[in-house]
Every structure is written in C-alpha cells, then in structure tokens.
C-alpha cells in the first residue's frame, strides 16, 4: 500500500493523530482513546501502519498467554510533503479532504460526547471567514502560520498540556478575476 492510500483513510488519520507527540501506546491503550472505533478496526488498521512502518514496536511483553506490543509514531513516515502533494491527482485531493473531514467530524463528536465537555472554556474554534489575497500575500500568510505553529508541533505530552486538532486549509472559493 503506498503512502497516500495509507495515510488517507480517517481511522488511520485518527490513530496517527492519538499517537502524535511522543506518545507509546498499546493497541488497548489507542482503543480507550477511539472509543467509537470498533477495537476489531483500531487493531486491523494498527497492523496496517505497523506493517508499513508507520508505527514501531518500542516494547513487548507476554499479558495472558497474549504478546502485547507497545507502538510509538514514526512521525517522519506521516509526512506528505510538497513534492507528494504535487503528485496527486484531483481525486486523491478529493479523497484527502474527504479523510481530513471525515476525521475532524469524528473527533469533534467524540470531543462532545466526553463528561464536561464545554467548547467555550476549552477554546474550541471553528470558524471560516474569505479572505481576499493575491497569491504574494497567500504565501506570506502562509509562511507566517508555518512559523507559529513549527514553534509548537514538537511539543511533548506534558501535566497541564491537551491535544488540539489543528486543520489550517485554504482554498479559493471561485476563479481570480482576469483584470486588466
């Protein structure tokens, strides 16, 4: 399976994303933080990303005549780069948006289903507002949202720290006008 068709794919997305900042985690332990994913699922698609070296075994131990691994996050195998990007076709986009919605739709509801779930004191944000750029100040936009948030992605697992789902996403909602 190559990587885009690996990556894309809102469960695995999912345990990508549980297994984000440094965490070890067995398959039960993944399983508690998915709990609307079938176990029978969280364990198939486990094996698919350890099978491709998504996910590295980092432990073993017998549990009940069972061997029960320990994974860690490969995080450089996650990465779909510039020079990937621009060799998808527009129905791996459209597949790759469709995964990247369907996995903030699942978090999002899980998020909502937990006891004391409260978006205002959490901060939770969801808001969508055009902006209009020409394609110079696109880029610098961008460039400036890289820096703030590279300053925070290798943050590690901490007392006091909570995971947040980031989706920067851009896209022009209609043709650039061809003026003179």
Same mark, same amino acid.
């Given at each position: 399976?190559?990587?885009?068709?690996?990556?894309?794919?809102?469960?695995?997305?999912?345990?990508?994303?549980?297994?984000?900042?440094?965490?070890?985690?067995?398959?039960?332990?993944?399983?508690?933080?998915?709990?609307?994913?079938?176990?029978?699922?969280?364990?198939?698609?486990?094996?698919?990303?350890?099978?491709?070296?998504?996910?590295?075994?980092?432990?073993?131990?017998?549990?009940?005549?069972?061997?029960?691994?320990?994974?860690?996050?490969?995080?450089?195998?996650?990465?779909?780069?510039?020079?990937?990007?621009?060799?998808?076709?527009?129905?791996?986009?459209?597949?790759?948006?469709?995964?990247?919605?369907?996995?903030?739709?699942?978090?999002?509801?899980?998020?909502?289903? =937990?006891? #004391?779930?409260? @978006?205002?004191?959490?901060?939770?944000? !969801?808001?969508?507002? $055009? *902006?209009?750029?020409?394609?110079? %100040?696109?880029?610098?936009?961008?460039?400036?949202?890289?820096?703030?948030?590279?300053? =925070?992605? #290798?943050?590690? @697992?901490?007392?006091?720290?909570?995971? !947040?789902?980031?989706? $920067? *996403?851009?896209?022009?909602?209609? %043709?650039?006008?061809?003026?003179?």
């Amino acid at each position: 399976m190559d990587t885009l068709d690996l990556l894309l794919h809102p469960v695995r997305l999912r345990i990508v994303h549980a297994m984000s900042g440094g965490r070890t985690l067995t398959t039960s332990e993944l399983c508690a933080h998915l709990p609307d994913v079938p176990r029978t699922t969280a364990y198939r698609h486990v094996a698919l990303l350890a099978d491709a070296g998504v996910l590295e075994v980092v432990d073993e131990q017998r549990v009940h005549g069972a061997v029960e691994r320990r994974y860690r996050l490969r995080r450089e195998r996650t990465v779909i780069d510039r020079d990937m990007a621009a060799t998808m076709t527009l129905e791996d986009h459209r597949k790759a948006f469709a995964a990247a919605m369907a996995v903030l739709h699942a978090e999002f509801n899980a998020y909502l289903d =937990r006891d #004391g779930a409260d @978006p205002v004191a959490d901060l939770v944000g !969801y808001t969508q507002f $055009p *902006i209009w750029m020409d394609r110079d %100040e696109l880029n610098e936009l961008i460039g400036e949202f890289t820096d703030i948030v590279m300053r =925070r992605r #290798g943050n590690e @697992p901490r007392p006091g720290r909570t995971p !947040y789902l980031m989706s $920067p *996403i851009f896209f022009p909602t209609e %043709e650039p006008s061809q003026e003179d």
